[in-house]
């Protein structure tokens, strides 16, 4: 609740246009709808400028479709992430238009334009294996009204790939690299960039690379600057970070 | 074994109504029953408040029946966690008036009426996904007699939905807060009540939660104080120890 | 800020009792100050009913006496943890009248009298090198207005001398149970007991006790019902919590 | 190779019984026997006393089959430990005699009889679920000649039951102490027992368990002494380790 | 080495300008300064917009005072992160107008103006012990030509007195939060703003914080969205960051 | 790209042969192939002597037959690794060539001979469970042109199989060791051998093996000499490696 | 307590020789002594066959030096481990024949003479760096009345240093194998013997030793069969229990 | 033991050159000197090749100076590693030749002459505070008779110093890589080399380095092919390994 919200409130307690018990609804429960099973916060987009979005995982098919339900009461895009098919097809019982990315494993449901920067988000990976992950991202950022230009499979193992495209690269105005295995890649690009590079490791590979950690270690670790770490696999929020930076 | 049932047995030794064999006797497996694979501890109740309840991980479906068998010759109220339906169906076959409940995974028998104190123990989720775990630790607490009232999905990410219900939760004589992924919640809560807060961190999240265990140290190293914590998805542990607590 | 406060706010705001911009004023830096370096939280005690305590590691003597210096304006007794003998000889500077537990590290300022119900809290030690953490509790729960009895090197090694005391440790309303190495003596008492058992892990130990994690592990996975536990060392956070349960 | 066995072929050598190179073919694969898949140490009963142990997780039903039936061409009892049901059908087939017991998962083959001490082994479990493990160590002792006895489900959270079978666990040469979650079952037996206790965790338990970890750190850390730990869930190594000293 | 370069060096060869050994030269050893024991990257600041900050840590004073001599032969602000005392002595005996933070422990030497943006960065703390992170940040971020605005000390145990600085931090373009323990502020944080925000874990703490890495789990895995990640007590990481963010 | 290519390109470039763009073309995606979920190295022979290998785990079968598809327009011999039966199945397809080895789970497809030196790589394994992961290695080995010898089974627990074979495997150039649990047969390899031996952990064992940490760890502390680590169960890096060794 | 001593009892209070107040008096406080800071366990011997123990780390000279003086009321030899020279001369004061090793860390103070078996205890070394690990088991297993022999710096390095001493070492009854790193030699000294084989990991090494956590992983997961492992640098618990199998 | 030693022998027992008791003889203590604290390895250079070399941590001054005589008294060139000033003086007692190398903390004796072979090992490392541990390298593969260079501070941050450097790296026979942080420097050169990359992870860094875990997970989790690892800080096995591959 923003200063301007409590300032208005009193100067109409003030004026008699509302009354000490209509003021104090305004600070019971507002900005969020109680579903039984979920509490959706529907104050989100005026607080931090982005409307709420659901994450999948953990829900059964009927709480996600139940959210959803609600959620096309209100004029917003919706972004689902996590969702597997069986969910995917309740939804579309009750939102036909809903779209499925198989491979970011995201629903989308567009119902308003957003105007879209000219300043790109570029999305690279280090190996097709981490193509999952860079999707999410990509899929966040484009429905958060961004421009998204991926580049694919340029992991240090064969740094020239990365050199043929760092002039594309370079003209973006923020980076999300993602990468398994150990990670190097954020390392590599950040010290050939002068924008933000926001590093996501994977859980792409085996034996030591522990679910990710070997990855997400190097990229914390990196002795470049300029890159910040977000969870393993987090897609969505090295998109949502990236389309807030690239919407500055 | 107390010291007044030593006492008692002592005088009716020294009074001749027992033998001393007699009374070597009462030292020897008193408060348990052996049936091969587990060994009831019938006891329980009278040195803890509290029968033994029945934890059904790694339990045959078999070894579960047989328990709740021998244990329903006894007047208690019964509790079964971690049980999957076809254990379920099982137990039916012995006992008609089992009941499930398939979110918390467990089976209440009840026999008896325990009276309810006034005060209530208050039990809050982060999210939706944290539901399971909250109800395991709400039958817990209801099956003990005490009213529970659940507030669900109010984690840190659209805090005002724990502050529309604060002055409600500021009501209870303990609270239950189960989180997952960082695990912030109790903090949160610990920060604006003046009653013990018992933290439960869920499995809930993925890449660096590593199966609860960023909820589990976030809970730990809490600034807050007027926390404690359980195991991971103890939801057991959490609404027998509010139990206890309510009916101080 | 409680909703009774919003209320009479806004009841006065409607009687012209207070202008809007003096009603705003309250809704700025209300219940704290700032003294650069620390924002002391002055709203604590009425919150949740305990002032706020200072945690001296990684605070210079300075910024703990300057804080206390602040914190003696106010009627309050004044406890600080994690003290080192440097900072306790620039406390005296200010103040005189603070005294220094060696053991648990500790300053106390007692200012006013707090009643002190006839319950009591049992602070149990497995063995003679947990003490500084039992200590830290006792000096806490004591500050607070609670008695407390001390049970020292009974762990699991020797159990009989555990029993020994039962009787007596039967009668306290909640258990601190501080132990280090492998942490077993919490689980053994709370199998005893019909009371809550706050779990303490400490340090203490080498090799595979790694700082304390053992003790912490085992006690978060004890198969005894009943049980919480705080942070490795958190003295402070169990007779914290203690002395919430006990002054229930 | 014992000096014993050196010493006789230097005599032989030096008395012209055998050639250089008949004497040099003595040290070239003694004691195996190559499968291409195996190489089977046909040594180690005349090195430790004990003919060589199958363990089968990781083997194929006809690698198992295939190392059974060489070892049927010698007069040793047959162990396999860690067998599903497909394997042992497979074995089945070469040995109709070969015995599964189900719940430890273990096949055995009695080829011989083996004097058995009068003395005897204890294995105990903390809970129902432990059993598997124990009945892996009970299988184990065995074959290998020894008496067991069985006492289960006496875990601390009812330390009595335990007390009830005390007097006659103490009559054990060497006790194996079963236990999941915190483990701390051995450390409670070894304060009460002149003997010395093998301690098996357990991967039983969830959470802060982490697969056994828990119990293994609990018991190295142990306060009591005359412990010492194997794997975890190697009940074959406990029951082998405790025949060994039986047999002492 | 960018493309403009390579087409620079192309064109005066073609012209005769430049022979083919001469242009050879270009493309070996261009951007660094051996030092012998380091190799400084003069073309970082073409390449990536900042010159190359030195990180003093496992630096013998002479060394760090060596790289710093040389690159006063150049035009740029110089920053030295983790120096000690001893250090800056030396330094000061080349650069007698070298500053030294005692708190961040940074050394800065000014030698040019960089215009500094009307939008600010604010960085916020959750405890007084993690000043000294903050304030590396904050050096870092006023070097690169940023106003900083730092809130200090309103972590999560009295949330309110972040509630009492919202509207104002609310017009930051960028936010560092600096939190250790339980590491909750930067997801309150997150949920409360509309612009990035840069957590940075700390090693304040005890027990199982194990060196911060409970407070590093929890930013990862926050349940917020807009939140990136950098190393355990990295404030120059993060106020590097930030000054790109600010800066775009 | 190396020295002489950027040489020869200047050179037409002076002589007029190449126009400044037609050079710079050369500069922008050379030695890759874009197939959109895959950048193919073609560069990598050139640059390390060896052709690119596709990894497969986490490629969809119509990603690995499309990348070998690519592949077969070019002369090199083809390995690919991690392939399961399906996928195996789709490459056939486009491929009847293709060699399945089922155990090391590879595919290989040789195109043309590679002259193979004298010289030989042993491949040593402690247990049968090992021998996935040897066979990876060997297949490896081979494909790039080297005889490989196999000892198999022959672990610490019954040394002296060892000993049998060590006259034939001291003949080998370098050594690769597999082995599972505590990982000690490398220690005791190297400690008889005067040549490289490429220590390679496995996965095989339980509990306290945590998925090859142990062996792991075990091989990375060696206290003999001329050891090295690669990664958990990766037998291609070893064979890899031993390959370039052995071929130096 | 015994069944023997309850049994007495019963008689005597069923004779009259004792009242019942007299006969609880032995049911409280038996078998320890409480000296305010520590709780010796008087009872020990009688119970487990061996007097406590001092483990001297985290105790203040002090306390040391007053537990040793009530032992000293007693008859039992009295062994002290873990003790630095500022203790030792602290008991000097009350104890001139006090004996202080200061490899082993130990004090010890012979009382009485204890029969020493015909078998003896091997300690067996891997390296130098593990000599005062092994020097504690040594003097631990020497005060119970054990022949001890030593052999040093057998490591797997240089395994035919342990083949030299084998013959002599297998006439022990029982091994201690103290070893750092990778902690090979248990399972190459337990492949070779036919009696029970006591691990010691030690913290010797660096890097991925992680304070001997390397070396007991590795002794935990070994292929050998008669192991079993106690805690880290626990030369004391090996010694112990040693003596316990030894005097069987 | 050879199987030409073996063969010897028993040809002179055959010829009766040598009685049985004289052959036996050399089967026990052959290659090894007792000094009672450590036991030397006279056969390891006869066996691999390279004479022992002295590990200095955990040793006295005394000890490693004792066991320095001894070694002089044959023939070998000397190596001590991580030896520190102390120790060096006490050497020089003994030995006024003895070297002491303060970066590398070693000490090298020379006493004969070995031939270098032509081709060289490059020593790269990723920043000036990994210099220790390459030099500890150096030093060791220069006294096993190699010619090294050293490239140094060409870290990921600005990888176009390590490409300045290719083509002169390019011309070694083996590549040894150190580097801390992230540790991704190996992945970089082992993708641009033909030659065996040996990676060193370095303890260089802070936070979520943990002591060096981080480069250590990312060196075995590379993508990159050739590369294989040693212990952090292990300049001296990186050294050797690199000598034993550049004399193959």
């Known amino acids: 609740m923003t200063r301007e919200t409590i300032e208005k409130l009193l100067s109409e307690v003030k004026d008699g246009n509302l009354t000490v018990n ?4 305004h600070f019971r429960d507002f900005g969020s709808k109680d579903l039984g099973y979920a509490n959706i916060d529907t104050h989100r ?7 709420e979005v659901i994450y999948g995982q953990g829900k059964t098919p ?16 919706i972004l689902a992430t996590r969702i597997n098919e069986e969910t995917y097809l309740k939804v579309l019982e009750i939102c036909p238009e809903a779209v499925y ?5 995201t629903i989308t449901i567009l119902r308003k334009e957003i105007p879209v920067p000219s300043s790109f988000i570029s999305i690279i990976t280090a190996g097709t294996s981490d193509l999952p992950v860079a999707e999410e991202a990509a899929v966040t950022a484009e429905i958060f009204g961004n421009r998204v230009e991926r580049v694919v499979d340029v992991g240090v193992a064969g740094i020239h790939r990365l050199y043929g495209k760092l002039p594309f690269i370079r003209q973006a105005r923020v980076h999300v690299v993602v990468a398994g ?8 690009v ?6 933000p ?27 470049a600057s300029g890159i910040s770490v977000v969870n393993i696999d987090n897609g969505f929020g090295a998109g949502f970070l990236a389309s807030m930076i690239n919407r500055l």
């Open 101 to 105: 990315n198989k491979i970011a494993r």
């Open 22 to 25: 209509q003021a104090l609804e």
């Open 62 to 77: 009927d709480q996600v479709a139940g959210i959803i339900e609600f959620m096309l009461t209100r004029p917003h895009n």
């Open 190 to 195: 950040a010290g050939l960039v002068d924008k």
């Open 45 to 51: 987009e005026l607080r931090t400028g982005y409307p």
């Open 181 to 188: 295995m150990e990670g190097a890649l954020p390392s590599i």
């Open 197 to 223: 590079v926001i590093a996501v490791p994977t859980s792409v590979g085996y034996g030591a690379s522990f679910g990710g950690l070997s990855a997400l270690l190097g990229m914390l670790t990196s002795c």
